[in-house]
């Protein structure tokens, strides 16, 4: 088999973590050793990459969780009219819980990754401030 390039194997690292994958999964799907993964994974540029993508991924299935609620809606107007009582119950939690778990992190991971970045300039003051002896 091909030996994957250096670049592609970081994007394998990136899908595959984003995407809830261990490191030994990763390796095994790149025909790498795990410890190469897990080195990948350390790296701060890896980091970064994966929390963007997994953030993408998220805004992919919530969108999809907000246009199967409008079935849902459809759905429960259906049994608000000709369901019974118990019925009725139950599908109005169903569509209220899932609206309510759909709080928008985005904010969130945006807030994260300019922090990193700060931190990353931080480090690079301290580094010219006080250089290794």
Excluded: H, W, Y
């Amino acid at each position: 088999m091909t030996r994957l390039r250096s670049e592609a194997i970081d994007d394998f690292t990136v899908i595959g973590a984003a995407s809830g994958r261990t490191a030994v999964a990763i390796a095994e799907k790149c025909e790498v050793n795990e410890r190469t993964i897990r080195r990948r994974l350390r790296r701060p540029d890896i980091q970064r990459r994966v929390l963007i993508a997994r953030g993408e991924l998220l805004a992919r299935v919530r969108g999809q969780v907000v246009d199967l609620m409008s079935e849902g809606c459809r759905t429960l107007t259906d049994v608000m009219v000709n369901g019974n009582e118990t019925t009725r119950i139950a599908a109005a939690r169903v569509v209220l819980s899932t609206g309510a778990s759909l709080a928008p992190d985005d904010d969130l991971t945006a807030m994260f990754l300019q922090l990193q970045e700060q931190l990353a300039s931080l480090k690079e003051i301290v580094a010219e401030l006080l250089p290794e002896p």
